[in-house]
């Protein structure tokens, strides 16, 4: 018989680590959030700022949805069975989202002239946010 103290002994493990699932990317929850933040901030512009203002909410959030859309499909192509090949498809899924970023902000910026600057970027930073919160919260 082994004797335990008590008050150092480890509590019996009820379920095995090895029984949860595997992490998956909350492709759904972060698109969902994206979605939902970029139509509250787009109506509450529209009521503050008029149609310009509710358009360019919808913008600032349509850039970051794009973007992940874009990561999403650069990861689906980059798939690897290494852990090298692994990596370096994240490095390009990441890079195509930064170059989408970059591309539609500017794309938008010099083009769409009646811009609400406060609630297209109000938009944007909220739905990167959401992006990350939806990533660090376990289903």
């Known amino acids: 018989m082994n004797p335990t103290i008590p008050q150092f ?3 019996p493990v009820l379920r095995s680590v090895l029984s949860d699932p595997p992490f998956s990317y909350p492709v759904f929850r972060i698109a969902g959030g994206q979605v939902l933040v970029t139509a509250v901030v787009a109506a ?10 509710a358009w ?3 913008l600032g ?10 990561f999403a499909l650069f990861a689906w192509l980059g798939r690897s069975r290494s852990v090298a090949g ?8 990441e890079t195509g989202k930064i170059i989408a970023i970059v591309l539609q902000l500017w794309l938008i910026l010099t ?3 009646d ?19 939806a990533i660090l919260v376990r289903d």
């Open 9 to 11: 002994a480890r509590p």
């Open 86 to 93: 692994a990596v370096t498809g994240v490095i390009r899924a």
């Open 61 to 70: 959030g349509f850039v970051n949805v794009s973007a992940g859309i874009v």
């Open 111 to 113: 083009t769409y002239h």
């Open 56 to 58: 360019s909410g919808v």
């Open 115 to 133: 811009v609400v600057q406060g609630a297209f970027f109000t938009a944007f930073v909220l739905s990167l946010l959401v992006t990350q919160a």
């Open 44 to 53: 509450i512009a529209g009521w503050l700022s008029g149609w310009h203002g």
